[in-house]
């Protein structure tokens, strides 16, 4: 039995050696690896898109607040969160009114913010 050596060797095709492949796997599973980690971090720097939108919605009630002039205590609930409004007088001055807003998410609290607003009445 001959074995015909020339025929055998223009059938083959050019592939990828064992090693050429585990190495470009290992550099495929690090950078996948690098990846998920630099995206976990992210997302847990993050704060919750719900704080953002009581900080937009908190603006929104301190303009409405100044211009319709009605210091009262209120909460505003929402879907995501609650914002709670509370207003006095800064440190017993009559001309001027605290207006304190926490934004609260479940049990977390999620943003305080505190503004001073000139009593145009002068009570």
């Known amino acids: 039995m001959k074995w015909n050596l020339k025929n055998s060797d ?10 050429e492949s585990v190495i470009a796997i290992t550099i495929i599973t690090v950078l996948i690896g690098l990846g998920t980690m630099i995206y976990g971090n992210l997302m847990h ?3 919750p898109l719900a704080y953002y939108q009581a900080q937009a ?6 303009q409405e607040l100044k211009s319709k002039q ?9 879907e ?3 914002i709670e409004q509370k207003v006095t007088f800064y440190k ?3 001309k001027l009114y ?5 934004a609260r998410a479940g049990d977390k609290e999620l943003l ?8 145009s009445s002068n009570e």
Request: charged share 25%; no cysteine; glycine share 2%.
């Open 70 to 78: 009605l210091f009262m205590r209120e909460n505003f609930e929402y």
């Open 98 to 102: 605290l207006v304190t807003y926490i």
């Open 10 to 19: 223009s059938n083959r095709l050019p592939a990828f050696t064992l090693f």
């Open 45 to 47: 720097s993050e704060k």
């Open 112 to 119: 305080v913010e505190n503004h001073l607003i000139p009593n």
């Open 57 to 62: 919605e908190v603006e929104v009630r301190l």
């Open 92 to 94: 017993g001055n009559k």
């Open 80 to 82: 995501n969160y609650e």
